[in-house]
């Protein structure tokens, strides 16, 4: 029996803004994608795209405009397009259920403990604040792994610009969602959206849990 890891956990809850659309079919088992809108704190929205299976979903009961929260993993997969191979990024449904618009619990969650694999990029906004781009794997079963875009602010970013590939790293925080412009030729540009996590505390871990160092967002 597979046992399932704990490194990684997603909660979001949000508006069902899209049909359920088939995605791919494995062991006889369908498996859909739609996309939620996930309120922030600001007032604006995330819209993270979400995969679930038809087992939990055949009942019919959800529908576009409906309010739910779902819980699962934050899951990467190579999707090869006109001859472009992209990173696509999506909750993996472990369970969903219908809420409540007014719960007062945090909307966009997720818990990661993975590894660096690529050198931190720090940078400054043209306003002064600080940004590290971290990739890190979190391991899945079956020998494979996700690789998660990370994005760490302010004093996160700059205990983040030091760690070093191969380092272990649990990570808080939210999916958030980004629409950029892509200029495909001269006459036609395309709207697009990017998924990253932004990060609201980290921690190293080191061999022993007493060296274990934290760091907490301003």
Not at 82 to 103: Q, Y
Not at 143 to 167: E, H, M, Q, T
């Amino acid at each position: 029996m597979t046992t399932e890891l704990q490194n990684n956990q997603a909660a979001v809850t949000g508006e069902i803004e899209s049909e359920f659309v088939l995605n791919h079919e494995i062991y006889a088992e369908k498996f859909y994608t739609c996309t939620l809108r996930i309120p922030r704190l600001s007032g604006a929205y995330d819209n993270v795209r979400v995969m679930i299976s038809e087992r939990l979903i055949m009942d019919g009961e959800y529908n576009v405009g409906d309010i739910v929260e779902v819980t699962g993993q934050f899951r990467s997969y190579n999707s090869y397009e006109n001859g472009d191979n992209r990173l696509l990024l999506t909750v993996f449904a472990k369970d969903i259920r219908h809420a409540d618009a007014d719960e007062t619990k945090n909307p966009n969650s997720l818990y990661l403990n993975g590894y660096i694999c690529k050198p931190p990029i720090y940078r400054t906004t043209p306003f002064g604040r600080e940004i590290t781009d971290l990739l890190i794997a979190v391991n899945r079963n079956y020998n494979k792994s996700d690789y998660i875009p990370i994005i760490a602010w302010g004093r996160n970013a700059r205990f983040a610009k030091n760690l070093k590939v191969g380092d272990n790293v649990k990570i808080w925080g939210r999916i958030q969602s980004r629409t950029y412009q892509k200029r495909l030729s001269e006459d036609e540009i395309v709207t697009k959206t990017a998924y990253e996590v932004s990060i609201n505390r980290m921690e190293l871990v080191e061999d022993t849990p007493d060296e274990t160092e934290e760091n907490n967002e301003e």
